[in-house]
C-alpha cells in the first residue's frame, strides 16, 4: 500500500489531483482488488468527477492542478479573466 500512495503523491504534483484520481482507483481495486474492468473504469470516471464537482464547483476549493494538470484539462481553466459565473446559478 505504501508504493500506490507514493505513486499518488508524484503523480498528484505532475497531473493534478484531479487527473490522478482517475489512475489509483484502477490501480487499487482492478490490480491489487482484482475487481472487474468495468466496475474499476466507471469507478475511476465517477470518483474524481464528483471530488471535482463537490470541491471546485460547489465548494469553490480549487485542488492541486500540478506542474501538468492545467495544460491537459483546458476545458476547467477557469483563469480566463472574466467574471465567474456560479455554476449553480447556470441552473436556476
Not at 507514493?6 to 484520481?21: K, R
Not at 482507483?25 to 466496475?39: A, M, N, S
Not at 474524481?48 to 460547489?58: A, C, E, Q, R, T
Amino acid at each position: 500500500m505504501l508504493l500506490p500512495a507514493v505513486g499518488m503523491i508524484l503523480l498528484t504534483e505532475l497531473i493534478g489531483l484531479h487527473l490522478a484520481t482517475v489512475f489509483l482507483p484502477r490501480l487499487l481495486y482492478g490490480v491489487i482488488g482484482k475487481t472487474p474492468w468495468l466496475k474499476t473504469v466507471v469507478i475511476s470516471i465517477l470518483v474524481p468527477l464528483g471530488v471535482f464537482i463537490l470541491f471546485d464547483k460547489i465548494f469553490l476549493i480549487p485542488l492541486p492542478e500540478g506542474i501538468w494538470g492545467k495544460g491537459l484539462i483546458p476545458l476547467f481553466d477557469q483563469s480566463t479573466g472574466k467574471e465567474e459565473q456560479h455554476w449553480i446559478s447556470s441552473l436556476i
